[in-house]
């Protein structure tokens, strides 16, 4: 089963929000505001493109609220926020405030792929991936894979391509990208690279509407990470991140 992404959330003093935190490796702010009245529940947001250096600047603010306010609040457009499925991420019990040392300690680590497809989950038909992430997954090695109308298995990150796939169909896919259509072969020079990588290709298996109320879901033997993307808040697909230092193929 895929770990849970984990965010460790700090106490803060403020009249609107009790706790934050950060996930430098997917550039992501979370804020748990105070429980409300009516339902005692705590709501936590995420804030996107969030860097590890103004997330110390937050910790060290001198009123948290302010900074909010006049840093995040008044800048959606640079900071898009949304109410967080708490069941995909794990926010730690909020710690007292440890502020870092150094920008070196608030240092990225490596994104996996179980932390980039806690991000994507819930995302919108559409607007599965912001430009920085698709850059993000790239650096990391990871592949993203979604659906698309209902002839399109779409791939970002390590590998960007798409694959035609009217109502479900097969890709096959290495460290070197996807392979192409074998019947769209016609030279000797092609032929031979293909059945070269082809041994070692993985498959990756799109369903259209087979599972669930999803219109599309994949399969395939490669360890992966699963999300969900919405249409109208309703399941729309269930996507996969992959390593591409499971795929087998010369990188």
Request: with cysteine; proline share 5%; aromatic share 10%.
């Amino acid at each position: 089963m895929s770990a849970t992404p984990q965010i460790v959330m700090h106490q803060v003093e403020s009249s609107q929000f009790a706790a934050i935190g950060h996930a430098p490796e997917l550039g992501l702010l979370a804020i748990q505001f105070h429980p409300k009245k009516s339902t005692g529940q705590s709501d936590i947001y995420h804030y996107q493109n969030f860097s590890a250096e103004l997330f110390a600047e937050f910790l060290d603010a001198e009123s948290h609220g302010s900074f909010f306010i006049q840093r995040i609040k008044k800048c959606a457009d640079r900071f898009p926020y949304s109410k967080v499925d708490q069941a995909a991420f794990n926010h730690t019990a909020p710690q007292p405030a440890v502020k870092p040392a150094s920008l070196a300690e608030a240092a990225p680590v490596k994104l996996s792929k179980e932390l980039l497809a806690g991000l994507l989950t819930g995302r919108e038909y559409g607007k599965e991936m912001l430009k920085e992430e698709v850059m993000q997954a790239k650096a990391a090695g990871l592949i993203v894979i979604f659906g698309a109308s209902d002839d399109l298995m779409e791939m970002r990150g390590a590998i960007h391509d798409e694959f035609s796939c009217y109502s479900g169909g097969t890709a096959l896919i290495d460290s070197n990208g996807l392979l192409p259509d074998r019947d769209n072969l016609e030279q000797d020079d092609e032929l031979k690279k293909f059945f070269t990588r082809q041994p070692l290709a993985r498959k990756v298996e799109a369903l259209f509407c087979e599972e669930g109320d999803y219109a599309w879901t994949f399969r395939t033997g490669v360890p992966h990470a699963t999300f969900e993307i919405v249409e109208d808040g309703a399941p729309y697909c269930r996507g996969i991140v992959i390593d591409v230092a499971d795929l087998g193929g010369a990188a």
